[in-house]
């Protein structure tokens, strides 16, 4: 069926198009044309064009090709709901259709369906603007990536904001915040005038900006960032609508994890998948042992890794830091709002603290001065509402980095958790920082548009997203340091990086526990962190031998991840018994209020005779 065209011209006077078919065969006959003027021959020739004009040209066949591709995703839903493809029984997904029929790989004919199913779904101004070649290709591929990849997200995509406030709002809402003059009802007794006024009252926000989508509001950095950028824009209004799904990713990384480690002919053979966190911590390692190649150095970076990797080892082993033995080495850098980081690790089920179990404070709250900077005595717990304010703005800004101290022994994976304080006034005063209480920290409703920019909890190396479940672990075990900027960027202060437990309190923590105290886990001090084990740090409990227990990497995460809350209980009578599981003085209670027990031994052990 051949569809014809309304249009009875084009701009550039040839005679108007038949049909989709006829377009696509000019299309053709001047990529034609295009070619001919620059093949290699053209190109090298005494006429060839200028740089300059290839340059230009490039990136007008960038945006064209970009154009293309917008089309096609445009195409590609309606072939696969028309349904015809399923007539010849060859394929049993439509995915595997394409790819038979246009002879591409299953990634490709994937990925396309991916992007084109969304753009066509959630995401319609990316799809519009990628026609219309004010979007980049690569910027609708983050859009279709990152934007719509839960339900909540999708639905915050179509969110209408005024961008005055920051808040999400609905037409009749904002309608009411516009001074317009309505006419009489008695006027206007259908009340087509009105809706007329409303219309245009609307319509006119969304010309000026004032009014736009959720969609509308990320896509409004795409003028400014190249692709990489924009992703992290991407990203942050992801976590910022639906944070739950970030960790649900988080644990599907964690559970993914895995390395093998074959002898094979002539040597070993690595292969594996870490999470960010863990592949940093490796990353970071191996680079400190890599160093700066000298001059006679012809190895290859790959070469020089691998070589970086067997040293760590060595270390390790030459040094004996994998037996037990007091050890504090923040490896690790996560940069963070002060207000987010406490949001972060006071955060609630069903209104109470999972740090500690008390009733959190409703948002928009102020909490008071009580809650406290690592070491700095007790408080109250500020909860998750009170601690997700809004972020620095034109003011002081916070940002930060971690501290190692000199001479420190070191022992994976502790991490120095940088914080800033809290949002403060031009100028760069601030109040909360660590020695310090919150003060006048904002806990006002956040809004997207001030949140879009500051990225939230990042690994500082990299700018990638920190886990939510990585920053509330760290606030037991880490250095922290304020550091407050001022409008322009410059660093106004810098506060001291305070560990939250000194290497004597460690020492002493180690006599007393020896080992991780999770029932039934005996590992070294040396693959222990230390745990604020009665009352969480960020519920005000303080830094004391008393509220410190050693835990292991693995069980540290599980303890503050799942609501488990510990008490002293004293140790058990030792048993001579060999290899026999101790109490360590520690009782462990689950959320619904079940005590943790030590394994059941497999056998009683032989009577004494």
């Not at 594996?272 to 990353?283: A, K, P, S, V, Y």
Request: hydrophobic letters at 35%.
């Amino acid at each position: 069926m051949v569809e014809q065209t309304t249009n009875s011209g084009t701009a550039a006077g040839l005679p108007a198009a038949a049909s989709i078919e006829d377009v696509l065969t000019r299309i053709e006959n001047e990529i034609d044309h295009l070619t001919a003027l620059t093949d290699l021959e053209t190109l090298t020739g005494w006429d060839a064009p200028s740089i300059g004009r290839l340059v230009d040209a490039h990136a007008r066949i960038r945006r064209l090709t970009g154009r293309l591709d917008g089309v096609r995703y445009t195409l590609l839903p309606r072939i696969e709901n028309e349904g015809s493809w399923r007539s010849g029984g060859t394929a049993r997904t439509f995915t595997t259709w394409l790819r038979l029929r246009e002879g591409i790989s299953a990634s490709t004919a994937g990925k396309d369906m991916t992007i084109a199913r969304r753009l066509t779904t959630a995401l319609p101004v990316t799809r519009e603007r990628l026609v219309a070649g004010t979007l980049g290709v690569d910027h609708a591929r983050v859009m279709t990536e990152v934007a719509p990849t839960s339900e909540t997200r999708t639905d915050a995509l179509a969110w209408l904001i005024d961008t005055r406030t920051g808040h999400t709002t609905t037409p009749e809402q904002f309608v009411q915040t516009v001074p317009v003059d309505f006419p009489d009802p008695s006027e206007d007794p259908d009340g087509t005038a009105t809706r007329g006024l409303v219309t245009q009252v609307l319509e006119g926000a969304v010309a000026d900006g004032t009014l736009v989508t959720g969609e509308g509001l990320v896509l409004r950095e795409a003028n400014v960032l190249n692709a990489d950028q924009f992703r992290k824009v991407a990203r942050r209004f992801a976590t910022l609508t639906d944070p739950d799904t970030d960790d649900l990713d988080d644990d599907k990384a964690a559970q993914g994890e895995f390395l093998d480690l074959s002898k094979t002919f002539g040597g070993y053979h690595v292969a594996g998948f870490l999470t960010d966190e863990h592949g940093l911590q490796l990353t970071t390692a191996i680079n400190a042992m890599m160093g700066a190649p000298s001059a006679e150095d012809t190895r290859t970076t790959t070469q020089r890794r691998a070589q970086g990797l067997a040293d760590v080892a060595r270390v390790v082993l030459d040094t004996n830091q994998a037996s037990p033995g007091a050890a504090i080495a923040p490896h690790l850098n996560v940069t963070v709002s002060w207000n987010e980081f406490v949001a972060q690790v006071t955060r609630t089920r069903d209104g109470l603290c999972l740090s500690c179990g008390q009733t959190a404070p409703t948002r928009g709250n102020r909490p008071g001065a009580g809650a406290k900077a690592p070491g700095t005595g007790a408080g109250t717990c500020t909860g998750a509402g009170a601690g997700i304010g809004t972020s620095p703005g034109a003011g002081a800004g916070t940002s930060s980095a971690a501290d190692a101290d000199a001479g420190a022994v070191n022992t994976a994976p502790a991490a120095g958790i940088p914080t800033g304080s809290p949002a403060g006034s031009p100028g760069g005063s601030s109040t909360g920082s660590p020695g310090g209480g919150l003060g006048g920290w904002d806990t006002a409703e956040p809004t997207l548009s001030t949140l879009l920019s500051p990225g939230g909890p990042v690994f500082t190396e990299t700018g990638g997203r920190a886990p939510r479940a990585l920053v509330r672990r760290l606030a037991c075990h880490s250095a922290v340091t304020r550091i407050v900027f001022g409008p322009d960027g410059a660093v106004l202060d810098v506060g001291r990086a305070q560990r939250t437990v000194s290497g004597q309190m460690r020492r002493a923590v180690i006599a007393r526990d020896q080992h991780c105290v999770y029932p039934g886990c005996d590992q070294p001090p040396s693959r222990c962190e230390v745990h604020h084990a009665i009352t969480h740090w960020a519920a005000g409990g303080d830094t004391s031998v008393t509220n410190s227990a050693l835990l292991c990497w693995y069980h540290h995460q599980l303890v503050d991840t799942k609501g488990i809350t510990m008490h002293w209980t004293g140790k058990a009578p030792a048993d001579t018994t060999a290899g026999a599981l101790l109490e360590t003085g520690w009782a462990f209670t689950d959320p619904r209020g079940h005590r943790i027990q030590l394994p059941e031994p497999i056998e009683a052990p032989p009577e004494a005779a």
